[in-house]
């Protein structure tokens, strides 16, 4: 299917915050705001490429595991406001973070490590305080100069933090927005199009970060970005000679305060899987009914449920009669502009609404993962944004894996069979999801023959899909949209 243009941002200049608004603090983890003013300010120090480096710890104070990264803050209140959370006085501390990325590489022996990804007004050394005021709401902050910066977070050591010096807000999104356009532009599958925004987005993100990434040994990224970055398929980043995907598994957090980053147990789970191949003012997905009676039982133990058994009450009385760890929905979604009851899952009898997500009682006990294998699920602006990336903390899940825009019913049905194989041997979810795709980047999963290939078995497709012309999805149209949301691991 082809992807609707992303909606603009807009970018015209707007009023700052009042000067003298004082930066809020987080007294459960800082022992005074004298220490917690002077822990920031050493964070946020500049440090203009091309040169490269720590900070010197030496100017940091003895209790810098109490700091609470502004940008960490600013992206948590973010989500909590558009989801309507509960506001919490509990922010993630750089103790904290590391803390959980050496439990993660103890538990699993994958290597992770945080990067924020944000944008900071030029030439400030302080970061932009977040307000939820309605005269000062976020997007009235935004300035079209705005710098790009990077901070890595890694198991050990103090964070790496990186300026580009020269860029602003409105480069770096015409960018993204036009990265976007050429992976999704139907005309250009057989192309590269895609490959000089993908080669300079590297350039920009990931590659003044390259030697801290290389020398820690890092295996997985889980990015934590600011509005408008949100949607970046970041797999498909290019350095030249590969794709990110290609070297590490990668995952996407709203912040770490709202992840739950308890280690992962989804090995011994079952999957409860449901979807629908029909639909009466939507197009029909003919290969969901193959994908979800794969699933479970052949793939993966659980139970499935097709068309008019996949009702909101159905959905609610499986789950109570079993804790199911996983739920696989095949089906329409669509992340919209506006509040979050404007996005939505497409039931056999009804639209499941964001708001609506919390009610269904996934907290408890916790689904381990949620897998919206979605056609229809697209990603353009703040508020879209927003909702795709608080997907899981909305759902109450530990992690979701969704769609960034419009994907192939049949390239869906290909991931989805290949990542369900690789889970059952990958340390962590994000892997398997990166083994699916290099799967299809490398044309193990393919359509010939009237036959799905996969690396881990073939499939015959339903008679709308059998008469496809040989077919590969090596294209990171097709497999750079999926995304893992929440905890990577």
Known sequence: MVAPAAAPINLAPTPEIAANQPPSTNRLFSPSLQEQNQISNSLQQRISPPAFGNLEASKLPTNVGAVIFPVEERFTSEFVDYLNLP???????????????????QATGIKPALIYISFVPRGSTVDRPYSSSPVLRVEQQIQASDELEMMVIAPEGVPVRQRISGTSRAQVMQAMERFRAELTNPVKRNTKSYLPLAQQLYQWIVAPLEAELQAKGIENLSFISDMGLRSIPMGAL?????????????????????????????????????????????SPLPAV?????????????????????????????????????????????????????????????????????????????????????????????????????????????????????YVSDEGSLGLMAEFYGQLKTAPIKAEALRQAQLAMLRGEVRIEGGMLHTSVGNLPLPPELANTTSQNFSHPYYWSAFRMIGNPW
Request: glycine residues 8%; proline residues 4%; aromatic residues 8%.
């Open 289 to 405: 009914e193959i994908e979800v009676s794969t699933i479970t039982p052949q793939q993966w133990p659980g139970k499935s449920f097709l068309n008019e058994a996949f009702t909101l009450a159905n959905l609610k009385s499986q789950r109570q009669q079993y804790p199911f760890g996983m739920i696989h929905l095949a089906t329409h979604a669509e992340f919209r502009s506006g509040e979050p009851s404007q996005s939505f899952i497409q039931l056999w009898d009804t639209k499941l609404r964001l708001d609506q997500l919390r009610q269904m009682g996934w907290h408890s006990p916790q689904v381990e993962m949620l897998v919206l294998s979605a056609c229809k699920t697209a990603v353009g602006d703040r508020e879209a944004e927003l909702g795709f990336g608080g997907l899981a903390v909305q759902a109450g899940v530990k992690s979701a894996m969704a769609t960034l825009w």
């Open 87 to 105: 506001s919490t006085n509990t922010i993630a501390t750089l103790e904290d973070a590391q803390n959980t990325l050496r439990g993660v590489q």
């Open 238 to 282: 290019h350095d030249g000679k590969g794709f990110l995907v290609e070297r590490y598994s990668v995952g996407s957090m709203p912040s770490l305060s709202l992840t739950d980053t308890s280690p992962a147990n989804f090995k011994n789970t079952q999957v409860l899987a449901m979807g629908a191949s029909q639909f009466p003012e939507m």
